[in-house]
């Protein structure tokens, strides 16, 4: 009697499973594997691909019955293995020699840098000449903002008002009477990614916020000094910025290192205001 099976068989190449239906006559188990009898005459796996070698067979306890499936080895089996197994092998041979090349590329891009002083554009560099590791973004993002440098990939256009701001650079045409860069403090988290909250203040003693930004460290870090130096430096000449990570702890302020008479107490969010 004919049993019909659907069993999943995994790419090792793509790592994507695809769905067999298999018409069963019988079904050998043993610790050496499990063999099963198609109707058609075949003998496959337990998912449906073909036994790797003839030692498979063995499991088959029935001496008449290992001999027909022997037989069966000698005459197709062997081949249609050999068939199948150097397929997959040549797709996997593929798959990893693309994925190599893939972080080749990736790796081998070069990146310019600037401090975030406002100092002046060096390099471009390789990734080792800069990290003892290469870091996940390289080759990967156009801008970056790394331990007080901007990392901008070399043949790169950037849009200078946000390089700027990144940077505290004042070096872009029509900024006129501007608030100046304001220092902002080391990243409290390893990870420039890491999502945090940019608190925007005044000055360096008011608790009322002018202006949040959240996201990871790099963005709103950068986000936080573009709109600054859109603004006064009668009225955010002594403006103070706050950094915290999403998941709480006390705020790094760049007030050089003086802390807010009401530093630890919550800020109320709310509509950006104006003060």
Not at 13 to 18: N, S
Not at 182 to 194: F, H, K, N, W
Request: with cysteine; net charge negative; proline share 7%.
């Amino acid at each position: 009697m004919t049993q019909i099976l659907n069993v999943k068989q995994k790419d090792p190449a793509t790592g994507r499973e695809r769905r067999l239906e298999l018409k069963v006559v019988r079904t050998w188990s043993s610790p050496a594997g499990v063999l099963r009898l198609l109707a058609d005459g075949s003998y496959v796996q337990a998912d449906g691909s073909p036994p790797a070698s003839e030692r498979l067979l063995t499991v088959i306890a029935d001496k008449n019955q290992r001999q027909a499936a022997e037989l069966w080895w000698k005459r197709r089996g062997q081949a249609i293995s050999k068939s199948f197994y150097r397929q997959r092998d040549e797709d996997l041979a593929a798959r990893l020699a693309s994925r190599q090349a893939g972080d080749g590329d990736r790796l081998d891009a070069r990146y310019h840098r600037m401090p975030t002083d406002g100092g002046d554009r060096e390099g471009p560099f390789s990734w080792a000449e800069c990290f003892a590791a290469a870091p996940e973004w390289w080759g990967v993002v156009d801008m970056t903002l790394v331990d007080r440098y901007v990392y901008v990939r070399e043949g790169v256009t950037v849009d200078l008002g946000r390089l700027a701001a990144a940077t505290g650079d004042q070096r872009t045409e029509d900024r006129g009477q501007k608030a100046a860069p304001v220092e902002v403090p080391a990243a409290p988290v390893d990870d420039p990614l890491t999502p945090v909250v940019v608190t925007v203040f005044k000055d360096q003693t008011s608790n009322r916020l002018s202006k949040r930004f959240s996201g990871p460290y790099q963005q709103a870090v950068a986000d936080a000094r573009e709109w600054l130096a859109g603004k006064d430096a009668d009225e955010y000449g002594a403006a103070r910025i706050e950094v915290m990570p999403v998941d709480g702890g006390e705020p790094d302020s760049a007030a050089g290192g003086q802390k807010s008479p009401a530093e630890g107490l919550p800020v109320q969010d709310g509509p950006d205001v104006e003060v």
